[in-house]
């Protein structure tokens, strides 16, 4: 199977991305409670976003267990709804740049054509670089916010931005693979992970979400304004809130994630806005853009 295969493109007359990097978040195994997915969500609310590219799922998913649903629209027309890779285009006037989003689900089955589909759109957008937006389970406290830890296999990436490099080995999710593919394309990339706290299960947990999006946006010199976004935070907080009061055990343990979280040092990544000033200079020295003196 060929990307040509599976993959539809709608950029004819498109008009010109402003310096674009595309930002890709999977439902699935690096997605603890749909935070990353939610973020993304949250970033396109109430904009304008056509779509520019389909990845045809057919072929990449066990519909047993990623199952399609079934809708009624109000002319009582009955439709399918399948598992959807869409890329976005999402403009931000006034801003540095324009941003190529893929809000998607994580594949089952050949996972190198789909992460090829991704390299292919992120090629033919002339996007400068790739961010991945992820979320796992951790010892964290829902009272508290949570921390983002940021990694790359770019060593001009992680020197000056202050990254970690990826040192796990072991089992790996689409978005390990698409890591891997983008360094072989030689398209700078970023992973961005958020904690959410084990003991919600699988409860939303909406600050995670903001905590993502809030590094994302001075990372990309963004301006983004959610207000509802804090209400639902604060809704989801109270929630939490009563089912540990519930449990005296579940309450003592989240009082010692609390010091343990009070006494750590700080963030493993440098802050949003010295990491957005770095990644903005790192992206100028990629493309320096025509000699002022010719």
Do not use: K
């Not at 990623?66 to 009582?76: A, F, G, N, S």
């Not at 998607?104 to 790739?130: F, K, M, N, Q």
């Not at 809130?241 to 963030?267: K, N, S």
């Amino acid at each position: 199977m060929q990307v040509d295969d599976v993959l539809s493109t709608h950029i004819e007359g498109l008009a010109p991305l402003r310096r674009p990097i595309m930002v890709v978040a999977l439902t699935g195994w690096f997605d603890a409670s749909g935070a990353a997915v939610g973020a993304l969500e949250w970033l396109l609310r109430d904009r304008i976003a056509p779509v520019v590219a389909t990845i045809d799922p057919d072929p990449f998913y066990d519909f047993t267990q990623e199952r399609p649903e079934v809708w009624i629209d109000d002319d009582d027309v009955r439709h399918v709804r399948w598992p959807s890779n869409e890329f976005r285009i999402a403009r931000f006037p006034g801003d540095a740049r324009d941003l190529v989003v893929l809000s998607g689900v994580e594949p089952h089955v050949r996972w190198s054509t789909y992460c090829a589909c991704i390299t292919r759109v992120a090629a033919l957008l002339g996007c400068d670089a790739v961010v991945t937006l992820g979320a796992n389970a951790d010892s964290v406290p829902h009272t508290r916010i949570p921390p983002v830890v940021g990694s790359s296999t770019n060593e001009d990436l992680v020197r000056r931005l202050g990254l970690s490099r990826p040192t796990y080995q072991g089992i790996t999710g689409v978005i390990g693979v698409l890591q891997e593919r983008l360094d072989a394309a030689d398209l700078p990339a970023i992973s961005l992970r958020v904690g959410v706290p084990h003991y919600l299960g699988n409860a939303e947990h909406p600050q995670s979400s903001a905590a993502l999006l809030h590094h994302l946006q001075h990372v990309l010199g963004l301006s983004v304004d959610h207000a509802d976004l804090a209400a639902e935070i604060e809704r989801w907080r109270s929630l939490h809130d009563e089912a540990v009061a519930e449990d005296e055990h579940a309450g003592v343990y989240v009082a010692m994630l609390e010091r343990q979280y009070d006494q750590r040092a700080e963030a493993s990544v440098p802050t949003a806005d010295d990491l957005g000033a770095q990644f903005e200079a790192f992206l100028r020295d990629l493309d320096p853009g025509p000699d002022p003196d010719t």
